[in-house]
C-alpha cells in the first residue's frame, strides 16, 4: 500500500510519499503504515492515524482542538535580512537581464518575497536549465532571482557554522580556498612526504561517480536540518530549517525552463541528468546551496580520513587526493572509504577515475599536472587555450583593424587568463610559444611583458579612454560658441570687425562677460621691395647651394612705418556678471600701471556702469 507522509516546512505542512519513503529508508526504517501518518489528506482534511492509535480516521475537528491548544508558530523574517541578502546576491552580477528586472522593483519584490516565507506558502519558482558543452557535456540549473537572493540568506547563516567545523583540506565554495589552494597544497604535500624528493611516495586519488545527481535529497536534508537545530543559537532557526527544507526538497526538473536544443540531453549519461534519475534523488549544480550541501555531505568523510585513518587529504567537492610514503597503507584504506562514503553520503566512487601511482609519475588534479617539484596545465587545458588564440588571429585577419580595435579588450582578458593560469607553474617555455603564435594583426595594440606573464593593451586603444576622448570631443563642440577664445577675437579684429566695449557670453551653466577699455591704432611696418638686392640674393644662395658654403648674410631691408587700421585694446574677463563698480575700480588700476602720471585716454565709466547694470537686469 502507498503510504503518503507529510513533511512540515515550519507554519505550512505539504506531503510527499515518496520523500518520506526515502526518508525512512534513509534511517533504516521500514516503510509501514505504523511508522508513516498522514497528517493533511489530498482533500484537505486533518487526520491522526498512527502506531500510537487504533489507526481510526478521526474527525477533522477532533484533531483540530488538539492543535488550537498549542501556540501557533510564526516564521519570523526581516526585511534587512533579505534585503542584505539581496545586496550580496546582485554583487558582480547587477548587468544580467535577471538581476536588473528584479531590481526595477526590488523593494517590492522583497516585501512579497518575506510576506510569502511568513506565511509559509514560499515555493522556489522554475529554473533554467542548460548544457555546459565544454570541458565535458554537463547539466546546470539557474535558479531565478528571487531563489538566489533565499538561498544567499541560508549561505549567510550556515556558512559561518560550516567554517567551524569544516577540516583546513576541503577547498571549495569557502574563503581564502579554491583550485589553485588546493593544487599547491598537494604540492607541498607531496615535497614533505617525500622529503624534498629524495624519498618514494604515492599519491591516491579518487573521484565520485554521477556525485551531485547521487545525493539523497530527503537524507541530507535530514542531516543539515538536525545539524542547524544543534549549532544554530539565532531566533530565527526555524526560518532557517524552513526554507532549507524547502529549497532542498524541491525538484527543479519539474516545469523548468529549457534553453537550447533538447535533443542534446540524449547525449547525456542517464546518472547526469535530473530528469532522468530516480526521483528524490540529484542536486541542481548551480544553486550556492547545492554546493555548500556538497562540502557538507562529504565532510564526515574528511574527519574519518584525517582523524581516524591518518590520511593528509585534499579534497575539491568530489575530488580527492592524498600521499602517503606507505603504499599499502594507501591501497588497505580504500575499501574502507569506499564503505565509508556509501554509509554516510550514500555516494560510490568512480571505478574509472581511480589513480594510485608514484609521484614522479605525475598525477592530474583540477585541470592541472603535477609531476615531481613542477606544476603544468594539463594538456586539454593548453589546447582549449591554442583554439581560443587561433580563433581571434582568424577573425583578425578576416574582418580587419576595425574588429580588432572594437574587441582588443577582451582578446587581452581573454589571453591573460590563461597566461596566468600558466604562470602559476614552471612555464615558461610554454608562455613563450603561446605569446608567439598571437598573429601580427593584434600587435598594433598590445605589448607583450618581457617574462611573458601577460600582454598589456595599449593605453589609447583601451574602452575607458575611448570614451573619454569621444566626451572631451562633445563637449568641445557643445562649449566652441560659448566663451570667446583670443585666436577668434584676433580673427574678428583683422576682419575689420569693431569689438563692443561690453560683451556677455553664456558657458552652458553660468553667464559671463567682456570688458575691454584702452582703443588705439595699430601701426604696422611696410618693406620697400628692391628688385636688383632679391635677384643678388636668389643667386648668393644658388651658389652656396652648389659650392657647399654657408649662405649669405642677411642685408636689412628699408621700410616705413603705416596705419594698419587695427586696434588694440586691454580686455578683463568675468565669469558671472560682475558689479559696476569692480569693474570701474579694475579699469582705473590697469590705467595707472600703464600711464602711472603721463596722459591717459578719456574713457566713459558712466557707460560701462549701464551696460553691466543692463547685464544684471537681464
Known amino acids: 500500500m502507498s503510504v503518503p507522509s507529510a513533511t512540515a516546512y515550519g507554519s505550512a505542512i505539504f506531503f510527499n510519499e515518496k520523500v518520506c519513503a526515502l526518508s525512512l529508508r534513509a534511517r533504516n526504517k521500514p516503510v509501514t503504515e505504523d511508522n508513516c501518518s498522514w497528517v493533511v489528506n489530498y482533500n484537505g482534511n486533518i487526520n491522526n492515524n498512527n502506531r500510537n492509535n487504533t489507526h481510526d480516521v478521526r474527525a477533522v475537528s477532533e484533531f483540530q482542538r488538539k492543535m488550537n491548544n498549542q501556540p501557533e508558530q510564526h516564521i519570523a523574517i526581516g526585511y534587512d535580512s533579505l534585503l542584505s541578502a539581496y545586496y550580496q546576491c546582485r554583487r558582480n552580477k547587477a548587468w544580467t537581464e535577471a538581476a536588473a528586472a528584479f531590481e526595477i522593483h526590488y523593494e517590492a519584490g522583497l516585501l512579497k518575497l518575506r510576506d510569502e516565507i511568513q506565511a509559509g506558502r514560499y515555493r522556489p519558482q522554475p529554473s533554467i536549465t ?95 536540518c538536525r545539524f542547524i537545530r544543534e549549532r544554530y543559537k539565532c531566533a530565527d532557526v526555524e526560518t532557517l530549517v524552513y526554507l532549507t527544507q ?18 542534446k540531453w540524449e547525449e547525456l549519461p542517464p546518472n547526469k541528468s535530473l530528469f532522468t534519475v530516480p526521483e528524490g534523488y540529484g542536486l541542481p549544480i548551480g544553486n550556492i546551496t547545492s554546493q555548500l550541501v556538497a562540502n557538507f555531505l562529504l565532510d564526515e568523510t574528511d574527519h574519518y580520513l584525517t582523524e581516524t585513518l591518518g590520511l593528509d587529504i585534499d579534497r575539491y567537492v568530489d575530488d580527492t587526493a592524498t600521499v602517503d610514503c606507505d603504499k599499502e597503507k594507501l591501497l588497505l584504506a580504500m575499501p574502507l572509504i569506499r564503505e565509508h562514503l556509501w554509509q554516510t553520503a550514500e555516494v560510490r566512487v568512480n571505478p574509472k577515475k581511480y589513480y594510485l601511482q608514484h609521484y614522479k609519475k605525475g598525477v592530474k588534479f583540477l585541470g592541472t599536472v603535477i609531476k615531481g617539484e613542477r606544476i603544468y ?30 574587441n582588443a579588450e577582451h582578446f587581452v582578458s581573454c ?9 602559476q607553474g614552471q612555464e615558461y617555455g610554454m608562455r613563450r610559444a603561446f605569446c608567439g603564435r598571437i598573429s601580427e594583426a593584434w600587435m598594433k595594440y598590445i605589448v607583450v611583458e618581457w617574462d611573458f606573464t601577460k600582454i598589456i593593451l595599449k593605453q589609447k586603444y583601451k574602452h575607458r579612454e575611448r570614451v573619454k576622448r569621444m566626451l572631451r570631443r562633445k563637449r568641445k563642440q557643445a562649449s566652441r560658441n560659448r566663451i570667446p577664445k583670443a585666436k577668434r577675437m584676433t580673427a574678428r579684429v583683422f576682419s575689420g570687425e569693431t569689438l563692443p566695449a561690453v560683451e556677455q557670453f553664456n558657458t552652458g551653466r553660468k553667464r559671463g562677460c567682456i570688458v575691454r577699455w584702452d582703443y588705439e591704432p595699430v601701426k604696422t611696418t611696410i618693406p620697400e621691395v628692391d628688385k636688383r638686392a632679391a635677384f643678388r640674393k636668389r643667386k648668393a644662395l644658388s651658389r652656396a647651394a652648389k659650392n657647399g658654403t654657408p649662405p649669405p648674410a642677411e642685408e636689412p631691408q628699408q621700410g616705413k612705418e603705416v596705419d594698419s587700421g587695427l586696434v588694440a585694446y586691454s580686455e578683463m574677463r568675468y565669469l558671472g556678471i560682475p558689479d559696476p563698480e569692480r569693474v570701474v575700480a579694475d579699469i582705473q588700476y590697469d590705467l595707472d600701471l600703464r600711464y602711472g602720471d603721463t596722459p591717459r585716454p578719456e574713457i566713459d565709466f558712466d557707460a560701462y556702469r549701464s551696460a553691466i547694470a543692463a547685464l544684471n537686469k537681464a
Not at 580563433?391 to 583593424?401: I, V
Request: hydrophobic share 45%; charged share 25%; with cysteine.
Open 130 to 224: 542548460f548544457l555546459v558543452e565544454w570541458p565535458t557535456l554537463r547539466e546546470v540549473f539557474a535558479a531565478m532571482f528571487r531563489d538566489r537572493i533565499v538561498q544567499t540568506w541560508i549561505a549567510q547563516r550556515i556558512e559561518p557554522l560550516f567554517e567551524a567545523q569544516f577540516i583546513a583540506a576541503s577547498f571549495n565554495c569557502r574563503k581564502g580556498k579554491g583550485t589553485l589552494a588546493a593544487v599547491k597544497h598537494l604540492h607541498e604535500a607531496i615535497r614533505e612526504k617525500s622529503e624534498n624528493y629524495t624519498r618514494d611516495c604515492w599519491v591516491l586519488k579518487y573521484d565520485l561517480k554521477g556525485f551531485f545527481m547521487s545525493i539523497n535529497r530527503a537524507m541530507v536534508t535530514d542531516k543539515l
Open 246 to 263: 524547502v529549497t532542498l526538497l524541491n525538484s527543479p526538473a519539474e516545469g523548468c525552463i529549457i534553453q537550447g536544443d533538447p535533443r
Open 377 to 406: 596545465i594539463a594538456n586539454r587545458t593548453l589546447g582549449k587555450a591554442m583554439c581560443r588564440l587561433h580563433g581571434f588571429n582568424r577573425q583578425a585577419e578576416e574582418r580587419g583593424a576595425a574588429w580588432c580595435k572594437a
Open 415 to 423: 589571453i591573460n587568463s590563461y597566461l596566468g593560469l600558466m604562470r
